[in-house]
């Protein structure tokens, strides 16, 4: 089955600073990468998808990009914000409507 | 947006006790859902995939008899914790699929406490 690598495992960062998550993937039938932010105690809220026929995504202050040979994906998020603060899950799949593998998660604390 | 609510969102029970959890998409038709397991400070493991109207498929590990799947209308999977033990204490969270755009929308997951 699918093996989702994640790192890494706790991130600390100063306000207004880059912050990098890098995954592995094990199954080249992979073809869906969601990331996920989640709040304690809440649900986790996709925040960017990739599929593998493109290589780079951006949304705002957010960027995955995915090499495919390599078989490894990355969130990148920029001037990070005290709000931004939470835990990130990159999880992997062979379509969006199917189950999801989940990395073990990134704690990021981003502070003031 | 797609939404998703599970209930109860909090239980406490005795060990032996059944519980049942229930994952509704509230605007949409999910012919698939999932059911997630999530420890303390840990990532999310699937424990089963829902189809409407057909058996549950489990993941290797997780015992079909003590962790009951019924996904018996296109809004509703239930999950039921059979016998619960205190190792069963954790936030379980379904996703359901939607299938226009074949994207997964979570649950607030449901904290499960067994004493």
């Known amino acids: 089955g699918e093996n989702v690598e994640q790192h890494p495992s706790t991130l600390s960062v100063q306000e207004g600073d880059s912050a990098v998550i890098k995954c592995t993937y094990s199954?080249?039938?992979?073809?869906?990468f969601p990331w996920y932010k989640q709040e304690l105690g809440k649900r986790p809220q996709l925040i960017i998808d990739?599929?593998?026929?493109?290589g780079e995504k951006k949304d705002q202050r957010i960027a995955v990009t995915l090499n495919k040979t390599a078989k490894h994906f990355s969130l990148h998020i920029t001037e990070t914000q005290p709000e931004d603060s939470a835990v990130y899950f990159c999880?992997?799949?062979?379509?969006?409507?199917?189950?999801?593998?989940f990395g073990k998660g990134t704690s990021l604390l981003v502070t003031p | 947006g797609a939404v998703v609510s599970q209930h109860p969102s909090r239980v406490i029970c005795k060990s032996g006790t059944s519980v049942k959890i229930e994952c509704r998409s509230l605007?949409?038709?999910?012919?698939?859902m999932f059911w997630y397991r999530q420890f303390p400070k840990q990532s999310l493991m699937l424990m089963a995939t829902?189809?409407?109207?057909?058996?549950?498929?489990?993941e290797q590990g997780v015992e079909k008899d003590k962790f009951l799947i019924n996904h018996a209308s296109l809004t509703l999977s239930t999950l039921t914790v059979t016998s619960a033990h205190p190792e069963d204490s954790s936030f379980y969270i379904c996703?359901?699929?939607?299938?226009?755009?074949?994207?997964?929308?979570f649950g607030p997951g449901t904290r499960l406490l067994v004493l």
């Open positions: 996703s359901a699929r939607r299938t226009v755009e074949e994207t997964q929308y």
């Open positions: 199954d080249s039938a992979s073809n869906y």
């Open positions: 990739i599929r593998s026929n493109v």
């Open positions: 999880a992997a799949s062979i379509n969006s409507g199917y189950a999801l593998n």
């Open positions: 605007d949409f038709q999910a012919t698939t």
């Open positions: 829902s189809n409407e109207g057909s058996k549950a498929t489990y």
